[in-house]
């Protein structure tokens, strides 16, 4: 067995240029596998991160039928929830919102909105709509005349900071058209198309009166100290929140779209690893029968003098189990670089949306072990698999045939 590593040894060095473009190629697929993988991870986290931490939480409770057409008639009518909710060892922060389809009117235009009533206080720890402010100011919860628009929608409407808005909303159970005047304290900028033109916020107490639905509300949003247990189903906190008038769900139902997105991610991970192993083994077997070709004599040599075929098939998969220790080296290396680099300065996304949700920070790579212990192993392994065809047709060389140096 001695022998044989000496010999692979021997044979790897023999051609050291080949070996090492051989070995670069296989290097730089599991380099580019750990970034991937790096890169989706942290791309994963700052999606979530963006679509449940910039406004909707990382879970909501709404009455069971809301959320099938966002009809503010279905509501939540026990003042104690948001109370019963808070007290929860899990959750963080809690906030009330209502919420309504509504029509807003400038001297320059009319555009439908979604209308929705905030708590000044508990929604700044939910949401980072104070971050998002651009111009003017948030709303202080004591002036009834405040709101706040989009950056896109305040162009539409042609307004700025003081003008006045009308704001239009149907008031709930089929009663009559409420409408209010209000000026422009604040613009957001969410850079998310849809909220940046289509939403409105105002103090909760002036939803509620314009909605004429007492202290109910349509939503409460939470976060909790762990944003990993919105996605747990067997939580408790779902069933103790879930009954007859009431839904708890964490952003996993609420998002769906996301959810979805997230999990075609983790395919296009197995399908960019396959594809750059199926080109590293192309690499592997041309440079394996190169070699062979190369030492067709002296197979030949050692056919004629005995030797098995059992141990020219070890033989060549020693030199693959070599080069393939090598690239692994080569690969962990710039793997480990790549990923240092672009977990310190990342990639901005801030201009760009996916699925409707907008990247605020930029994107930085996870190194996590399985980075550098599973994919190396992988790579070993499927080396030493390429290495079997090109190993047979070694161990299957005929003496007479190998002394003529023909394939």
């Not at 009809?71 to 929830?81: F, G, V």
């Not at 950056?151 to 006045?164: F, H, I, P, Q, W």
């Not at 998969?317 to 080069?323: A, D, K």
């Not at 990342?346 to 996590?368: C, H, N, W």
Request: glycine fraction near 6%.
């Amino acid at each position: 067995m001695q022998l044989i590593w000496k010999l692979s040894l021997r044979n790897i060095l023999r051609n050291p240029k080949r070996s090492l473009l051989t070995a670069l190629l296989i290097s730089c697929s599991l380099a580019a596998l750990i970034f991937t993988d790096g890169y989706i991870i942290g791309l994963s986290q700052d999606m979530i991160k963006s679509a449940t931490r910039l406004f909707p939480g990382d879970g909501q409770i709404h009455h069971p039928e809301y959320l099938s057409g966002y009809e503010a008639d279905y509501r939540l009518t026990d003042p104690s929830l948001i109370q019963r909710l808070r007290q929860q060892p899990q959750v963080e922060a809690a906030t009330q919102r209502a919420i309504s389809a509504a029509m807003i009117a400038s001297t320059a235009n009319v555009q439908s909105v979604q209308m929705l009533g905030i708590d000044a206080t508990t929604e700044a720890q939910v949401s980072k709509i104070t971050q998002s402010i651009i111009k003017g100011a948030y709303l202080t919860g004591t002036n009834p005349q405040e709101i706040l628009l989009g950056y896109r929608l305040a162009n539409k409407m042609e307004v700025s900071l003081g003008d006045k808005i009308v704001l239009s909303v149907p008031q709930v159970d089929g009663g009559d058209i409420s409408q209010n005047l209000f000026r422009v304290s604040g613009i957001f900028r969410f850079n998310s198309k849809l909220m940046d033109e289509n939403m409105v916020f105002i103090n909760l107490a002036d939803a509620q009166r314009m909605l004429n639905q007492g202290t109910d509300v349509q939503e409460i949003a939470f976060n909790f100290y762990d944003p990993a247990l919105a996605s747990r189903d067997n939580l408790p906190l779902w069933q103790a929140f879930s009954g007859d008038q009431i839904q708890a769900l964490g952003w996993p139902h609420i998002l769906p779209q996301l959810s979805s997105m997230l999990g075609m991610m983790d395919y296009s991970l197995a399908l960019m690893g396959t594809i750059l192993f199926i080109i590293a083994a192309l690499g592997v077997i041309n440079a394996m029968f190169m070699s062979i070709y190369e030492r067709m004599w002296e197979f030949g040599v050692i056919k004629a003098i005995g030797t098995t075929p059992q141990s020219i098939f070890l033989l060549i998969l020693t030199e693959g189990l070599l080069l393939a220790l090598l690239s692994v080296i080569i690969g962990l290396m710039l793997g480990l670089g790549i990923n240092s680099w672009f977990g310190m300065v990342g990639i901005d996304y801030s201009q760009m949306e996916f699925s409707g949700v907008a990247l605020v920070e930029p994107t930085k790579t996870i190194i996590r072990p399985l980075q550098y212990t599973q994919l190396p192993v992988w790579v070993i392994a499927l080396t030493l698999l390429a290495c079997i065809y090109p190993a047979l047709f070694a161990a299957r060389i005929m003496p007479t045939q190998a002394l003529h140096k023909s394939l």
